[in-house]
């Protein structure tokens, strides 16, 4: 009997072998069957996301200042891909480890291919595409890359692009982990506009990833392209004055259309390539880029501020006459070369002797301003700076304006203390020197005031919006008006025709056509003088303004003028070759 | 009852052997389909042919079936096709002489411990375990690790069977867990510990410290082996353990076959509609695997009722063991439902997830000609012994 249960023990073992395996059967289809489900559902389904190309940036005829070009991406499918594979296309390629083991174990994307190799070399992939069959979870990909045509020439206001953050990720759920977003400029400003929408494809696998076709019952989404963005800039004036401009260190040009404030040029220099930025840079060139005493990452145009010399005195002036505090006639003390105030003695250029405030403007005798300076007061002096708006920000659709600086009462008695300073500074300011800091592009915009009695226009890049070749949105110019009359501003501009005509700014003197303008030398002790001119043309009836400033070289006549000559030329040239089409 | 066994048994086998034909059309096709339906045709003819065979044959060759095997075994290590060299190419099919060895084995010691009292001595298991250490080695210089742990559950049965206690068929194993417990060091402590109690003044102080020294030889030597082990067996080891470190690697066949399973659910995709096995996901789908491809498409019912053909048909065996005629056959019967037990759980336990990937088939499903044909002989031989018992 015992024998005979101990037989029966063989039974009841293969009784509980038996029930174990129920119970699993039960957990895994009954329990976790929908779940299962849903992974062989997976399985064999591959969710593609095809990349929507992002909107070109064009200048004002169409020319391209940022582009796409289609281009080969190395994609790995993180659920498919193994250890070995990744080592035999390392051999082919470098891959960031890193990223991989990153995208690996997230979760989220496990079948669908992402990129971990952008822009490759035609060679590499066809040798990729070649080996793809012992390559399970690797694919080819085409997707367009960045290309900026003009790189340098424009790169402050286009700016690049850069992979997208995980906290950007987070924030925004428009994007996947391969997007690129604006970084700089109007790429970032523009960015919502200029982003293509992926579209999505739905493709039946099989275990070795093979591609077997679409899914009929999951539609594909087709991928929507960005919009095209059109700027008011000319590339031809923004490439001729890159290249004036790189004869010297450092510098910036602003152009404006007067008539509707778009921004025909606007230069820094110097630049940096935007692709290499947007491909990501190596950290060596970066820290060059960021540690170069030039910055050449600082859109000088906006971003910079400098005193602005003599070109400061023609907006004052407007100002002294419509409060009458002078008239066209008023004459202070002649110019001897020199000025004595209290103990210090300011040096004027030359020994103009009396002269009437259109000479003083054309000559840009600065003893005659030291004494209206002195005239005005401190705090007339600065409520003329504020009217001129030079410490606001102009509004202009770009990042990182910057405002510039008025010393007034208070900002003296910050930075000094209270009453510990002099109207030393004071007589210093009637020259534009000191404390008044001024971006190029509100220097531009006050002779833009000037030149058109009080009129100017919001400065602005955008001019159109485009989708699929038909616009969206065109950007309405946005008049301003500054309280002046037009008996004050025929002075001044008529003194600023003489400036170009037989003054200090005749280096930006052109035949047949009149130039006005005036010139500025921002003192920058212990270096040399930043040069700065400012004209527009025609004269009597304004069409264009250009502004621009070179840094530590010396005289604006000497070194500014000639800049703005030849883009007004230039910009004459081409809208008469146009005409005559 | 007994006059219901004899068709039982044939009937069951025949009714798994549909469900394996169907299956394995599903998930291979017609090629497979028609191979496997040869093999069924030779395995029934073969079984009808054995029916005829006294019990007495078997009885008198065993010893001459056990060498032919055991030189088979050795053959194939030299002429076996294959990268593995597991078998003869016989045109027709595969012939696998570990298939055979199964069988070889049962009639080999069942000879050996039929009528006489059978004691836990020397004399009594030398030979069985000499027998069955060689046919494990050859087995696994194969290799072929699944099937040369088979024989071990073989005589563990037929011993519990004829009487030995629990007890002494652990400790005549007793060196075999201190291997298996050898690569980790700190369980291998707690087991000799354990092990070192509990067989304390069981037996002669003499033979206790002797088999405390053989098992601390076999904990010492996993180790050694474990750096000789072909890297493909390791993977399977370490993928058992951990099977999500590597999805795309080792255990890649055991996560696509609970996905196949567990997708399943109650009813399954229906006959031809598994997507795992269709876009072959899994691995081994009508081979190893053929479970995993039964249960998406039909589901838990599905699984279920083979589980219950499979316990009828092992049920049943075990009945015509209690009721044979004589010592031999009822050892014989009982060899035969270990064999076919070992080889169903291992299997199921296997593609659940519950046990290592051994690599086994799973008898009268998985499509494959030793095995079939072998399984036949086997239901062949159960039915003659009932078929003798009635006399």
């Known amino acids: ?581 | 009852m007994n006059k219901l066994s004899i068709p039982s048994v044939i009937i069951l086998a025949i009714i798994l052997n549909i469900v394996g034909l169907v299956t394995i059309y599903s998930a291979g096709g017609n090629v497979y389909f028609l191979r496997e339906l040869l093999w069924t045709t030779i395995g029934i003819g073969l079984l009808f042919i054995v029916i005829k065979i006294p019990i007495r044959f078997w009885e008198n060759f065993s010893s001459h079936i056990f060498f032919i095997t055991l030189l088979l075994l050795i053959l194939v290590l030299f002429l076996g096709k294959g990268s593995a060299r597991r078998w003869f190419d016989l045109s027709i099919f595969n012939f696998q002489p570990s298939e055979l060895a199964k069988l070889a084995i049962i009639l080999y010691i069942a000879q050996r411990w039929a009528y006489k009292k059978v004691e836990f001595l020397p004399k009594d298991l030398l030979l069985p375990l000499l027998a069955i250490l060689a046919y494990s080695a050859l087995v696994f210089l194969e290799p072929d690790l699944g099937s040369g742990l088979i024989f071990l559950p073989i005589l563990a049965g037929m011993m519990v069977w004829q009487g030995f206690s629990i007890f002494q068929v652990f400790l005549l194993f007793s060196p075999l867990f201190s291997f298996v417990f050898g690569f980790s060091t700190y369980l291998w402590i707690l087991y000799f510990v354990a092990f070192a109690v509990i067989s304390y003044r069981r037996i002669t102080i003499v033979s206790w410290i002797v088999v405390l020294m053989i098992n601390i030889l076999a904990g010492l030597s996993s180790p050694i082996i474990w750096s000789n082990l072909k890297d493909y067996q390791k993977a399977r080891i370490i993928g058992f353990l951990s099977p999500w470190l590597d999805p795309k690697g080792m255990s890649w066949n055991l996560i696509q076959s609970q996905i196949a399973i567990g997708s399943g659910r109650i009813f399954g995709k229906g006959f031809l509609s598994g997507t795992q096995k269709k876009l072959a996901f899994l691995p081994n789908r009508q081979t190893d695997f053929i479970f995993s491809t039964l249960s998406e498409e039909f589901g838990f019912i599905g699984a279920i009722i083979t589980l219950g053909l499979y316990f009828a048909l092992l049920y049943n065996i075990f009945r015509i063991a209690q009721k044979a005629q004589n010592e031999f056959a009822r050892l014989v019967a009982i060899g035969i439902f270990m064999v076919l037990s070992y080889q169903v759980v291992v299997n199921i336990g296997m593609v659940l997830g519950l046990l290592p990937i051994t690599g086994i088939a799973l008898p009268f499903l998985s499509y494959g000609g030793s095995s079939l044909i072998i399984s036949y002989l086997m239901i062949g031989l159960v039915v003659r012994i009932h078929k003798e018992s009635q006399v």
């Open chain 1, 1 to 581: 009997m015992a024998e005979c249960t101990q037989r029966k023990s063989l039974l009841i073992f293969l009784g509980i072998c038996f029930i174990a395996i129920i119970v699993k059967l039960v957990s895994l289809q009954i329990f976790q069957g929908q779940r299962y489900f849903r992974l062989s559902e997976a399985n064999h389904i591959r969710k593609v996301y095809t990349p929507g190309a992002r909107g070109k940036i064009l200048d004002r005829n169409n020319n391209p200042l940022a582009d796409t070009r289609p281009s080969f991406a190395l994609s790995i499918i993180p659920c498919e891909i193994d250890l070995r594979t990744i080592t035999k296309l390392n051999k082919i390629v470098e891959l960031d480890s890193n990223k991989i083991n990153t995208l690996i174990h997230d979760q989220t994307y496990l079948r669908t291919p992402i990129k971990v190799k952008r822009d490759i070399d035609i060679q590499i992939a066809s040798q990729i595409e070649e080996l793809l069959s012992e390559l399970p979870g690797v694919t080819i990909e085409i997707e367009p890359v960045r290309i900026y045509p003009c790189s340098e020439t424009s790169a402050h206001i286009i700016g690049y692009l850069g992979e997208i953050t995980s906290e950007e990720l987070k924030s925004d759920s428009f994007y996947k982990p391969w997007h690129y977003v604006g970084r700089h400029g109007l790429e970032a400003i523009y960015e919502k506009y200029l982003r293509g929408q992926d579209g999505i494809r739905y493709t039946e696998i099989d275990a070795l990833g093979r591609e077997l076709g679409p899914i009929p019952e999951k539609r594909e989404i087709l991928p929507e392209p960005g919009c095209d963005i059109v700027l008011t800039i000319d590339i031809e004036l923004q490439k001729l004055a890159y290249t004036l401009l790189s004869q010297y260190q450092r510098g910036a040009v602003v152009g404006l259309d007067l008539k509707d404030g778009g921004v025909l040029c606007l230069v820094s220099y110097p630049s940096f390539n935007p692709e290499l930025l947007t491909k990501g840079i190596p950290y060596k060139e970066w820290v060059r880029l960021t540690s170069d005493k030039s910055a050449p990452l600082i859109n000088r145009a906006i971003s910079a501020v400098y005193s602005p010399g003599s070109t400061i005195k023609p907006a004052i002036s407007l100002l002294a006459l419509e409060k009458n505090i002078i008239s066209e006639n008023t004459r202070f003390n002649p110019c001897y070369g020199e000025f004595h105030f209290g103990n210090r003695i300011f040096r004027c250029l030359g020994k103009h002797g009396s002269l009437i405030l259109h000479d003083a403007i054309v000559y840009s005798c600065n003893v005659y301003f030291y004494q209206l300076a002195l005239k005005l007061g401190l705090d007339k002096y600065s409520e003329f700076l504020s009217f001129w708006e030079i410490d606001r920000k102009t509004g202009i659709d770009l990042p990182g304006e910057k405002r510039g600086n008025i010393p007034n009462r208070s900002y003296l008695d910050t930075k000094y203390g209270k009453n510990r300073w002099t109207s030393g500074l004071l007589v210093n300011y009637g020259v534009g020197q000191g404390e008044i800091l001024v971006t190029p592009l509100r220097l531009a915009l006050i002779y833009s005031a000037l030149a058109q009695e009080g009129e100017y226009y919001q400065p602005h890049l955008l001019k159109e919006i485009r989708k699929s070749d038909s616009v969206i949105y065109r950007y309405q110019p946005q008049k301003k008006l500054l309280p002046v009359s037009k008996y004050s501003c025929e002075i001044i501009k008529n003194a600023l025709c003489d400036v170009v005509s037989y003054g200090t700014g005749w280096g930006a003197s052109i035949p047949d056509i009149s130039v006005a303008g005036k010139t500025g030398t921002a003192e920058n002790p212990p270096r040399r003088d930043h040069a700065w001119f400012v004209g527009y043309a025609p004269a009597n009836n304004p069409e264009v303004l250009f502004c621009a400033i070179v840094e530590n070289v010396g005289k604006g006549g000497a070194y500014a003028a000639p800049i703005v000559r030849e883009l007004i030329k230039k910009y004459f040239q081409q809208r008469d070759s146009v005409a005559h089409e």
